[in-house]
């Protein structure tokens, strides 16, 4: 039977800010990336959102970020390997205080946004990432774009991997995803999301921009949380996935 995590980037709200659709999402999804508080959410909203994802049975994973608040984590910033390595340890290490306060352990590892795309292309940053995670907890899971220097740098330090795929995302022919700045960059049909997320778990391919398919191998799905149509998409996936017989589990069930 084919096994996939449907997971989400949640816990973004931060003090009188409310974003995303935290509660209305968590029950449909297996895994729960969880804002540490520097591209967004606070301590707070890091309790409330540990809360809701164990509420849930949801595995708790931490989305550390770049200190970029008012850039929401999305803008590059010129950081050193060292530096990173120290930013994933410090947030890895607030969210699994909220975590542990309520008997319960952090899954996964997720980078956010800018954080995320230049590990996925840059090996010293993607092993700077994998290195902070192994000295916290070597059984933690790194996720990252599927077949990047993420994945290949996670595994040469020696912590499981999970290759991340988007259902609501567009790919560039080198397996990169596109800018958002492009148009079509964003996908907002859960009908064409569904029928991408099938080619992805059943058959390794998805279509990118350009109208060539390419290989991609799909551990996680992510559908992001600030979308007015996220809930109905991970809603709609996780019905369809289901219905075509693909079990939706947390990641530490499908990683080896």
Known sequence: MYKVDLNSDIGESFGNYKLGFDEEIVP????????????????TV???TVDIAIQN??????????????????????????EVKSYVKYQLGALT?????????IQHVKPHGGLYN??????????????????????IILVGLANSELIHMGKEVGVRVANEVFADRAYNP??????????????HDPDLAFSRIAKMVLDGKVEAIN???????????????????????????NTKLKAEGIEVAPISQIVA
């Open 57 to 82: 049975n949801t595995a708790i994973g931490a989305h550390p970020g770049l200190p970029d608040l008012m850039g929401f984590g999305r803008r590059r910033m010129e950081v050193s390997p060292q």
């Open 28 to 43: 449909h999804i297996t895994s729960a990336n969880i804002a540490c508080g520097w591209h967004a959410g606070d301590p």
């Open 211 to 237: 109208g060539e398919e390419i290989e991609i191998t799909a551990d996680t799905i992510c559908v992001h949380g600030d979308n007015p149509e996220a809930v109905e998409f991970v809603s709609k996936i």
């Open 118 to 139: 230049m590990a996925a292309e840059d090996r010293d940053l993607a092993r700077a990432i994998a290195k902070g995670i192994y000295e916290v907890d070597k059984d």
């Open 174 to 187: 080198d397996g990169t995803l596109v800018s958002r700045k492009r148009e079509g960059a964003v996908i």
């Open 46 to 48: 890091m309790a409330h």
């Open 97 to 105: 205080a909220f975590a542990e306060a309520k008997g319960n352990k």
